[in-house]
């Protein structure tokens, strides 16, 4: 547990750090919050996997759930009470405030992380039924590089778009094919990377259903809340190759 803590305490040290780097970038030289907050996206997924390397703890649930809300309790010292009477707090929300996104930033970031947690429990424990846990970072590695480099990849080079609806409004927000290739192309890479946990049938069916399957979940998911959807699917059809597999090889 002693660890576990000391991972979380560097955790959100590296995460406000970076927030506020990138916030004075945003207020300083009007950098695209698009770009902050996917380069936040990138810390959060892998600065905990460089400190359990370096400083390991036994994962567990309890680990998870914990990891979840420290994180969204530090999304709350964003609230506008809090964070207008701190200038620390105020560049560092600078770099996650998409101005299209006002002014529901904190609603969805919130809303998002509690879902994305909470269906990465359940995933957990379903694969755990099948001895397969480590199978969860086809997920969560898809979720990091892929969702990570859509937004910005779509941004700078898309130019095929398409329309999504958002939780609680009735704007609309675009994205691209362009963005949703990097979510396919980077479930390809995580299935071959988690190849040594299938059997030849499972990885050729896992080849074909993950990344398709993932995809459509980026592309059909809300504005912002395409996380929960992307654990969701990618622990539904990670299950489903498990289940399929012996099936299909007769």
């Not at 892998?46 to 994180?71: E, H, K, M, N, R």
């Amino acid at each position: 547990m002693s660890a576990w803590i000391v991972n979380e305490v560097l955790r959100v040290a590296a995460l406000y750090a970076t927030a506020w780097l990138l916030g004075r970038w945003v207020l300083a030289r009007g950098a695209r919050v698009n770009y902050t907050r996917k380069i936040l996206h990138f810390v959060l997924f892998f600065v905990p996997l460089a400190l359990a390397d370096w400083i390991p703890y036994p994962a567990s649930i309890a680990t998870v759930v914990g990891s979840g809300l420290v994180f969204v309790a530090c999304i709350a010292t964003f609230a506008l009470p809090l964070r207008s009477r701190s200038d620390f707090l105020s560049t560092a929300y600078a770099s996650i405030d998409r101005p299209e996104d006002r002014p529901h930033t904190l609603v969805w970031i919130t809303t998002q992380a509690l879902a994305t947690y909470a269906v990465l429990v359940a995933v957990v424990v379903w694969l755990d039924r099948y001895d397969q846990r480590p199978l969860v970072y086809i997920t969560v590695l898809v979720a990091a590089i892929g969702d990570g480099l859509a937004e910005p990849v779509g941004v700078r080079f898309g130019r095929h778009r398409y329309r999504v609806r958002a939780l609680f409004s009735d704007r609309t927000y675009t994205r691209s094919l362009e963005g949703s290739a990097c979510v396919a192309a980077s479930g390809v890479l995580a299935v071959h990377v988690l190849r040594g946990h299938f059997t030849v049938p499972e990885y050729a069916l896992a080849m074909l259903l993950i990344p398709v399957a993932m995809t459509l979940a980026e592309a059909l998911s809300p504005h912002t809340w395409d996380g929960p959807f992307l654990y969701a699917t990618g622990g539904a059809s990670t299950v489903a190759v498990l289940e399929l597999a012996p099936l299909v090889s007769g």
